[in-house]
């Protein structure tokens, strides 16, 4: 049984993790409406009561024998328990309720037992493999269904199965923890005015302040980047930084290595060496070998440009302070600020100046209506009873017949106890077989005075997974939208991410906000070339957090906080003693153990994909050919083949080592 798909931003190159004008809501989502979870009684009933149904459904499905209808049956039992699992497993992220959200996790607990007691079910698995496919479809599910059997342990002798039970949910119980650790982190860094010089006025406003008068300034993304990138005194952005750098704490350092081994364990059980090798075998890359060969390459194509970088990011601050170049050293909390000067000189990019162009309500409709106009679709606001008053339900139905065809639920604005990052749930699949349909729920935390042009980007690529699930049309649900392989559900997304630097694609803004100030076309262009400008040592940080996640899950799955100021140490800038950036990597203590490297691998995809769009990044034609071929395929058939039926040959790694090399 699969757990349900989270799909979640990128660390930022700084060390963070990341990542209106319709008509009256009068109609209703598209498939169920989401539960209604005020209460924790609501919680735990909804719990018991989908638990109880859930077993009820194994115990008929066990009676099903082997068959071409087999698949079928295991899907219409997926489903059923997806609806009752995938509202609450996605819940605890959102709820503003801590009590609420404590009682899904705890529910949570009890859904990933269930689901790993379901994948050791010898009698399921004997069905399943005596079970004929009817076709290609049926071929490719069924065998991705005997692989989750397979890896959860059901045919291992039963000691080792109950052991890798045992793991299994010692794992999940962990991984939550550490989420936890940084979702409810309370972190506040205390500044007087005089130290946030710089910093923009709207932050200062915001803050809350102490007796003493002193600003508090939290960890969130709208807080901690503008002061990373616009406080005037070093000091100032240190302490940010450090505090975000500590993010997670010790205890979350001792959590990701109990993490470690316990997945290296479990791939033991299975007769490997490491969590890399188990787990890879079953993603593009195939091994460990193909993935550090491909990091090793990527490290070379960026390894001068980084250092580049560095050196202008030196001068730069030499210049600032008035200081000679070979007594300045460059600091981590550098970085982003004399980033944001470089780009401000050399291109005249102010990111913060975007703010009053990407209000936020209407940058959503922006990129509902890039998709409108390349995947022939329509998005309609509904009524919908939700988590927040500020999280909004929509329906997405075909522009050409109407058919209504998924819905998607937005939480745009940070608050406390929300989920810190950017990430999309796919909390229920479709089925074309059944005429189910995709439901997804899309969770950001932005500024409410206006997105800047690399935050509608943000914007843009996790709507780009909202489309991957609400525009699946696959046969079964276990297939549907993002449930591909984990090394390429980036790529969809990542496609789109150089479509808001595009005039044309801009213009689009207006169309949604016809009194919102049009973008000058020179400002675009500049965004575009200051994008362009720290790639080198934006793309050697992914690499680093990349090796970091496979190195922590090679054999001796060494410990977390020595592997990381090793390998950091490794770099230009160094690792800052007292600092503990894996605390904080969610990624890597949750479901992209050993698949942190999927980002850089989507990416070549991503970046080939592109190549169809190259004369019109808007054209319906293309967009319908790739809306067909691509997205609507979810995980049914091998993301190599998508891509082939796509662009009409085999992918090329081509144009992402030529867009390095530039
Ligand atoms: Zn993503």
Same mark, same amino acid.
Request: hydrophobic share 40%; proline share 5%.
């Given at each position: 049984?699969?757990? +349900?798909?989270?799909?979640?931003?990128?660390?930022?190159?700084?060390?963070?993790?990341?990542?209106?004008?319709?008509?009256?809501?009068?109609?209703?989502?598209?498939?169920?409406?989401? @539960?209604?979870?005020?209460?924790?009684?609501?919680?735990?009933?909804?719990?018991?009561?989908?638990?109880?149904?859930?077993?009820?459904?194994? +115990?008929?499905?066990?009676?099903?024998?082997?068959?071409?209808?087999?698949?079928?049956?295991?899907?219409?039992?997926?489903?059923?328990?997806?609806?009752?699992?995938? @509202?609450?497993?996605?819940?605890?992220?959102?709820?503003?309720?801590?009590?609420?959200?404590?009682?899904?996790?705890?529910?949570?607990?009890?859904?990933?037992?269930?689901?790993?007691?379901?994948?050791?079910?010898?009698?399921?698995?004997?069905?399943?493999?005596?079970?004929?496919?009817?076709?290609?479809?049926?071929?490719?599910?069924?065998?991705? !269904?005997?692989?989750?059997?397979?890896?959860?342990?059901?045919?291992?002798?039963?000691?080792?199965?109950?052991?890798?039970?045992?793991?299994?949910?010692?794992?999940?119980? #962990?991984?939550?923890?550490?989420?936890?650790?940084?979702?409810?982190?309370?972190?506040?860094?205390?500044?007087?005015?005089?130290?946030?010089?710089?910093?923009?006025?709207?932050?200062?406003?915001?803050?809350?302040?102490?007796?003493?008068?002193?600003?508090?300034?939290?960890?969130?993304?709208?807080?901690?980047?503008?002061?990373?990138?616009?406080?005037?005194?070093?000091?100032?952005?240190?302490?940010?930084?450090?505090?975000?750098?500590?993010?997670?704490?010790?205890?979350?350092?001792?959590?990701?290595?109990?993490?470690?081994?316990?997945?290296?364990?479990?791939?033991?059980?299975?007769?490997?060496?490491?969590?890399?090798?188990? +787990?890879?075998?079953?993603?593009?890359?195939?091994?460990?070998?193909?993935?550090?060969?491909?990091?090793?390459?990527?490290?070379?194509?960026?390894?001068?440009?980084?250092?580049?970088?560095?050196?202008?990011?030196?001068?730069?601050?030499?210049?600032?302070?008035?200081?000679?170049?070979?007594?300045?050293?460059?600091?981590?909390?550098?970085?982003?600020?004399?980033?944001?000067?470089?780009?401000?000189?050399?291109?005249?990019?102010?990111?913060?100046?975007?703010?009053?162009?990407?209000?936020?309500?209407?940058?959503?409709?922006?990129?509902?209506?890039?998709?409108?106009?390349?995947?022939?679709?329509?998005?309609?606001?509904?009524?919908?009873?939700?988590?927040?008053?500020?999280?909004?339900?929509?329906?997405?139905?075909?522009?050409?017949?109407?058919?209504?065809?998924?819905?998607?639920?937005?939480?745009?604005? @940070?608050?406390?106890?929300?989920?810190?990052?950017?990430?999309?749930?796919?909390?229920?699949?479709?089925?074309?077989?059944?005429?189910?349909?995709?439901?997804?729920?899309?969770?950001?935390?932005?500024?409410?005075?206006?997105?800047?042009?690399?935050?509608?980007?943000?914007?843009?690529?996790?709507?780009?997974?909202?489309?991957?699930?609400?525009?699946?049309?696959?046969?079964?649900?276990?297939?549907?939208?993002?449930?591909?392989?984990?090394?390429?559900?980036?790529? @969809?997304?990542?496609? #789109?991410?150089?479509?808001?630097?595009?005039?044309?694609?801009?213009?689009?803004?207006?169309?949604?906000?016809?009194?919102?100030?049009?973008?000058?076309?020179?400002?675009?262009?500049?965004?575009? #070339?200051?994008?362009?400008? !720290?790639?080198?040592?934006?793309?050697?940080?992914?690499?680093?957090?990349?090796?970091?996640?496979?190195?922590?899950?090679?054999?001796?799955?060494?410990?977390?906080?020595?592997?990381?100021?090793?390998?950091?140490?490794?770099?230009?800038?160094?690792?800052?003693?007292?600092?503990?950036?894996?605390?904080?990597?969610?990624?890597?203590?949750?479901?992209?153990?050993?698949?942190?490297?999927?980002?850089?691998?989507?990416?070549?995809?991503?970046?080939?994909?592109?190549?169809?769009?190259?004369?019109?990044?808007?054209?319906?034609?293309?967009?319908?050919?790739?809306?067909?071929?691509?997205?609507?395929?979810?995980?049914?058939?091998?993301?190599?083949?998508?891509?082939?039926?796509?662009?009409?040959?085999?992918?090329?790694?081509?144009?992402?080592?030529?867009?390095?090399?530039?």
């Amino acid at each position: 049984m699969k757990k +349900t798909w989270m799909v979640m931003a990128a660390c930022s190159a700084i060390g963070a993790c990341w990542p209106g004008a319709y008509a009256a809501e009068t109609a209703q989502m598209v498939g169920p409406a989401f @539960p209604d979870f005020q209460t924790v009684a609501q919680v735990r009933q909804a719990c018991d009561t989908g638990l109880r149904a859930a077993q009820a459904r194994v +115990t008929a499905l066990e009676k099903v024998p082997a068959s071409p209808g087999w698949i079928g049956e295991y899907d219409a039992y997926y489903s059923a328990t997806e609806d009752a699992y995938g @509202p609450i497993g996605f819940i605890s992220n959102v709820h503003p309720d801590q009590k609420v959200r404590d009682a899904a996790e705890a529910c949570d607990l009890r859904w990933q037992d269930f689901f790993t007691s379901t994948s050791q079910n010898a009698k399921l698995y004997r069905a399943a493999k005596a079970s004929v496919p009817a076709d290609d479809i049926d071929r490719e599910t069924l065998r991705q !269904t005997l692989e989750t059997f397979e890896d959860s342990g059901v045919g291992l002798p039963p000691a080792q199965r109950a052991k890798a039970k045992q793991l299994s949910n010692r794992i999940s119980l #962990l991984g939550q923890q550490f989420e936890k650790n940084v979702r409810d982190s309370k972190t506040k860094v205390e500044y007087t005015d005089e130290e946030l010089a710089g910093v923009p006025e709207g932050v200062l406003k915001a803050a809350k302040r102490d007796a003493k008068g002193h600003a508090l300034l939290g960890l969130d993304y709208p807080t901690y980047y503008p002061v990373m990138e616009r406080a005037e005194k070093a000091a100032t952005r240190e302490k940010m930084w450090r505090a975000k750098m500590n993010e997670g704490g010790a205890p979350n350092l001792k959590l990701l290595a109990e993490i470690a081994k316990l997945r290296r364990d479990y791939a033991k059980l299975f007769g490997f060496d490491s969590y890399a090798d188990f +787990t890879l075998r079953r993603r593009m890359a195939k091994n460990t070998a193909n993935t550090t060969r491909f990091l090793d390459e990527v490290k070379q194509a960026v390894t001068d440009s980084e250092r580049r970088d560095i050196i202008d990011l030196r001068e730069a601050k030499a210049k600032h302070l008035g200081k000679p170049l070979d007594k300045t050293t460059l600091d981590r909390w550098d970085v982003a600020f004399y980033t944001e000067r470089l780009r401000k000189e050399r291109f005249t990019v102010d990111e913060e100046s975007f703010r009053p162009y990407f209000p936020p309500e209407e940058s959503l409709q922006f990129v509902m209506r890039i998709a409108e106009t390349m995947f022939g679709i329509k998005y309609t606001p509904v009524q919908a009873k939700l988590w927040h008053p500020e999280a909004k339900a929509y329906a997405v139905s075909d522009a050409a017949t109407g058919k209504p065809l998924s819905s998607l639920i937005v939480d745009l604005y @940070p608050r406390e106890g929300k989920y810190n990052h950017a990430a999309v749930w796919s909390y229920r699949g479709g089925s074309t077989k059944t005429g189910r349909v995709p439901q997804a729920a899309l969770v950001v935390n932005f500024d409410r005075k206006g997105l800047t042009i690399e935050e509608l980007d943000t914007l843009l690529h996790e709507f780009g997974h909202s489309l991957h699930s609400n525009l699946s049309m696959t046969r079964y649900a276990v297939n549907s939208g993002t449930s591909t392989q984990h090394d390429f559900v980036e790529a @969809p997304s990542q496609m #789109l991410e150089d479509w808001v630097f595009d005039r044309k694609v801009l213009k689009l803004f207006q169309d949604v906000c016809p009194t919102c100030k049009p973008v000058p076309d020179e400002l675009i262009e500049k965004a575009r #070339l200051a994008r362009e400008f !720290t790639k080198g040592s934006m793309t050697a940080r992914q690499h680093l957090y990349a090796s970091f996640d496979l190195a922590l899950h090679t054999a001796g799955a060494p410990e977390p906080m020595a592997l990381w100021a090793k390998m950091e140490g490794d770099t230009p800038l160094g690792y800052v003693p007292g600092t503990m950036f894996p605390a904080g990597f969610a990624h890597v203590a949750g479901g992209y153990g050993a698949g942190y490297y999927g980002y850089l691998w989507s990416l070549v995809v991503a970046m080939d994909l592109r190549t169809a769009f190259a004369a019109d990044r808007l054209d319906p034609a293309v967009g319908k050919r790739y809306r067909d071929t691509v997205l609507s395929q979810g995980g049914q058939r091998p993301p190599e083949l998508l891509v082939k039926d796509f662009l009409g040959r085999d992918m090329s790694p081509k144009a992402f080592f030529d867009y390095l090399a530039k």
